[in-house]
């Protein structure tokens, strides 16, 4: 498991207290829990942090002592992630083990019990469940039959569950970044990185599907996808609008760039954003600088900007500037 912060999502306090009757009334009407039992412990403290992305919710929550809980049935999917220590979430008659090894999914639309040890601290993803299946939809260019339902654990040690801890942790840290608040753009990007990667990671009643072989898909697809984004750069590019300029599904999408480029759309869109950032970089405008050239070409951390660039263009972005301002 990759290491967060001691606090993650530390600039969007929910609720703290040292308090256990105060617990039990931000238990009640923030977090919906009918039950709470917990042993008190010294010192006592119980954390919260929440953020709101769009259709996706960030959580991050700790505790000094053990705590068992009943929750209110949730209109939302929870991904739950162990930063330290243990717990189990129990629903429809399943109990799953929150840890290092394992992540654990609790279904929307019904009642469930959590129960952490003392000291655990984990990460919760909040998905809205239609929000996925148009995802899927998007996916597989059909909408599937049914209802989507997922299995409780997901192995962290798996190569897909492994992406989306890194995009997860990644996340938390760029919104814990005191940097300059982050282009819309890149929010709905992340956001929907985070969605198909959950997608991608989890077993449900469609993963069959989803990890059949599209057709080999016509080569001006490529052509097509690449003048929007050279047009579009600036926006934020999700899945839905390039499966809408390409007229076939998003496997079909991300094939045709594997096998007519050997790269993603995503990473095409970065080095037009790139080309873009070095053309500013290189202006010798005096009013220029690499953090506000990262953010303007939609970029969500400018040490990862820099790093990018560098790979592309053989110096650091600083260097750049420093030889247009000469």
């Given at each position: 498991m990759m290491e967060v912060g001691a606090d993650p999502l530390h600039r969007f306090p929910f609720f703290s207290t040292s308090d256990p009757e105060e617990l039990r009334h931000y238990a009640a009407t923030l977090l919906k829990v009918s039950r709470i039992d917990f042993e008190t412990a010294i010192p006592f403290t119980v954390r919260v942090n929440l953020v709101q992305l769009g259709e996706t919710g960030l959580g991050f929550a700790s505790t000094s002592c053990?705590?068992?809980?009943d929750q209110c049935a949730a209109d939302f999917i929870r991904l739950q992630i162990a930063v330290r220590g243990s717990a189990t979430t129990s629903a429809c008659g399943k109990i799953t083990e929150i840890n290092q090894r394992q992540l654990a999914i609790t279904p929307c639309g019904v009642d469930s019990r959590a129960v952490a040890e003392p000291g655990h601290a984990r990460l919760t993803l909040r998905l809205k469940q239609e929000a996925l299946l148009?995802?899927?939809?998007?996916?597989?260019?059909?909408?599937?039959?049914?209802?989507?339902?997922?299995?409780?654990?997901?192995?962290?040690?798996?190569?897909?569950?492994?992406?989306?801890?890194?995009?997860?942790?990644?996340?938390?840290?760029?919104?814990?970044?005191?940097?300059?608040?982050?282009?819309?753009?890149?929010?709905?990007?992340?956001?929907?990185?985070?969605?198909?990667?959950?997608?991608?990671?989890?077993r449900?009643?469609?993963?069959?599907t989803l990890l059949c072989e599209e057709k080999k898909p016509a080569s001006?697809?490529?052509?097509?996808?690449?003048?929007?984004?050279?047009?579009?750069?600036?926006?934020?590019?999700?899945?839905?609008?390039?499966?809408?300029?390409?007229?076939?599904?998003?496997?079909?999408?991300?094939?045709?760039?594997?096998?007519?480029?050997?790269?993603?759309?995503?990473?095409?869109?970065?080095?037009v954003r790139l080309r873009h950032a070095r053309a500013a970089l290189m202006s010798g405008d005096p009013g220029i600088s690499v953090t506000a050239t990262a953010f303007n070409c939609n970029f969500a951390s400018p040490g990862h900007f820099a790093r990018d660039y560098r790979n592309a263009f053989g110096e650091l972005p600083s260097q750049t500037v420093s030889r247009s301002r000469g």
């Open positions: 053990r705590l068992d809980a148009q995802k899927l939809t998007t996916l597989l260019g059909a909408r599937p039959k049914g209802e989507l339902s997922f299995e409780p654990g997901i192995a962290a040690g798996e190569p897909y569950a492994q992406g989306l801890l890194r995009l997860m942790f990644f996340l938390s840290q760029q919104l814990d970044s005191p940097a300059s608040k982050l282009p819309q753009a890149v929010y709905v990007e992340l956001e929907q990185a985070v969605q198909i990667a959950f997608l991608w990671a989890s449900h009643n469609f993963s069959h001006a697809v490529v052509n097509r996808l690449e003048e929007y984004i050279e047009a579009h750069w600036q926006e934020a590019i999700t899945v839905d609008r390039l499966v809408a300029v390409a007229g076939v599904s998003a496997r079909s999408v991300f094939r045709a760039f594997e096998l007519a480029r050997g790269y993603s759309p995503m990473a095409f869109a970065k080095a």
